[in-house]
């Protein structure tokens, strides 16, 4: 089969999650994608970070001190506000870095445009989140507007046969769908959304297929695409979630399976056995080591254009 190594957030156990440092990094290392999160700042340019706010455990102000607690929107910075923020370096004794010891700090990286992301990690694909969250619609731009500057992005760098869209929130997959019907979708779920999916799902939940979430993604995946994009349409579970069973069902029904985020050697070797279709980790060099013992074709180290 197939497989795809996704590096998520680039390399957040190696490496300062995303920054274009950590991206290159990454893609020296060998991933088929990179997996990250984009926001969109106040004079909208689409920025690369996980958060929809600054926060103290990955970030230090222009003073050079960690924000304390929850910092500002990023919709409410410009790009030139933004640029003054180090997020080269985990907070010391935070736990947030006692998750992540083998990370090594860039001091001095800053949050990247999404552009520039796009330029310093090709060939590789860009798996790009639409962070929107529908419990909190004030703390973003909408699913809509952030889906267009992340589309107008990717065609201004000649790079859309790159990009796969994905989000919990299935509003902005569905306008990447009408506006481009053979781009590949990622619909991602955890626990929470499954259990809020029709605040999460933009309407329909598992209840209408029989408990079904693989069979609700099949269905919305379905929706004004074509054939080839419908087929190429990839469901991200959270891995710790996921059966056997619905690795099965989700593939009977043409869906990829490419869970996050998998660290531990032992879950990813029990999950290509199920048979999914790739895996989204922070620690790419251990997954490299399990695809080999499991015979699969690793993506080239080092690969660029």
């Given amino acids: 089969m197939v497989f795809e190594l996704q590096g998520h957030r680039g390399a957040r156990g190696l490496f300062p999650e995303s920054t274009v440092e950590g991206f290159v990094s990454t893609v020296a290392l060998g991933v088929d994608a990179i997996e990250l999160d984009v926001a969109v700042t106040a004079d909208r340019v689409p920025v690369v970070f996980h958060d929809v706010a600054l926060h103290g455990d990955i970030v230090r102000g222009p003073d050079g001190a ?9 919709r409410s910075l410009t790009l030139a506000e933004l640029a003054r923020y180090d997020v080269g370096r985990l907070r010391p004794g935070s736990r947030y870095a006692a998750a992540h010891p083998g990370q090594v700090p860039c001091d001095g990286a800053r949050i990247p445009t999404l552009q520039a992301v796009f330029a310093a990690t090709s060939p590789v694909r860009i798996d790009a989140e639409l962070k929107t969250l529908p419990d909190r619609p004030e703390a973003t731009v909408s699913p809509a507007e952030m889906a267009d500057l992340v589309l107008a992005v990717a065609a201004s760098c000649g790079a859309l046969g790159r990009l796969d869209v994905r ?35 933009d309407g329909p939940t598992p209840d209408a297929h029989g408990g079904s979430v693989p069979r609700v993604v099949a269905a919305a995946a379905a929706v004004e695409a074509s054939a080839a994009a419908a087929a190429g349409s990839t469901w991200a579970p959270d891995y710790r979630d996921l059966t056997e069973a619905q690795v099965q069902e989700a593939r009977s029904l043409g869906l990829r399976v490419v869970p996050w985020t998998v660290n531990d050697p032992g879950d990813m070797t029990r999950l290509i056995a199920w048979g999914v279709d790739g895996l989204c980790t922070d620690r790419p060099d251990l997954a490299r080591q399990v695809m080999v013992r499991a015979g699969l074709k690793l993506p080239p180290a080092g690969c660029r254009e």
């Fill in 66 to 74: 960690w924000l304390a607690g929850e910092g500002p929107l990023l």
């Fill in 167 to 201: 989000s919990f929130d299935w509003r902005g997959l569905h306008h990447v769908r009408a506006r481009h019907p053979d781009l590949p979708l990622t619909f991602l779920t955890s626990p929470e959304t499954v259990a809020r999916a029709a605040l999460w799902w």
